[in-house]
């Protein structure tokens, strides 16, 4: 079954090695806590806030071994006035066997604060 699994995270800089870590740690986190191995996966979507412009979050996950066949897309978030700074979210498509409230979606760092009622 096609589930959609959220996550998000902050970063301290606009630099390529901040950005790429996130994305990678956030990632890996999501996959790692809903069992869901990459062959399952069909595409993961980053979008990133306007102020992070010193590399794409996907760059980062092709550096991971497996990634090279997994379809990544990177878009800019809109800006909202007083929105979250420096910060990356995700949507990982894949194909998995667990109901929608059995789903792991992942905060890290100041993100938590988007989706209390998701973070353990």
Same mark, same amino acid.
């Given at each position: 079954?096609? =589930?959609?699994?959220?996550?998000?995270?902050t970063?301290?800089?606009n630099?390529?090695d901040?950005?790429?870590?996130?994305?990678?740690?956030?990632? #890996?986190?999501?996959?790692? &806590?809903?069992?869901?191995?990459?062959?399952?996966?069909?595409?993961?979507?980053?979008?990133? #806030?306007? @102020?992070?412009?010193?590399?794409?979050p #996907?760059?980062?996950?092709?550096? +991971?071994?497996?990634?090279?066949?997994?379809?990544?897309?990177?878009?800019?978030? #809109?800006?909202?006035?007083?929105?979250?700074?420096?910060?990356? =979210?995700?949507?990982?498509? &894949?194909?998995?066997?667990?109901?929608?409230?059995?789903?792991?979606?992942?905060?890290? @760092?100041?993100?938590?604060? +988007?989706?209390? @009622? +998701?973070?353990?």
């Amino acid at each position: 079954m096609l =589930r959609g699994i959220r996550g998000a995270a902050t970063v301290k800089n606009n630099s390529k090695d901040d950005i790429w870590k996130a994305a990678q740690l956030l990632v #890996t986190k999501i996959l790692s &806590a809903n069992e869901i191995s990459l062959d399952n996966v069909g595409a993961i979507i980053f979008t990133s #806030t306007n @102020d992070l412009t010193a590399a794409f979050p #996907t760059a980062g996950l092709r550096q +991971l071994p497996g990634f090279n066949f997994v379809p990544l897309f990177d878009a800019q978030e #809109t800006f909202v006035e007083g929105s979250m700074p420096l910060c990356i =979210r995700v949507l990982i498509l &894949a194909d998995i066997n667990k109901n929608s409230s059995e789903i792991h979606h992942v905060y890290l @760092d100041d993100a938590r604060k +988007l989706r209390p @009622d +998701l973070c353990k």
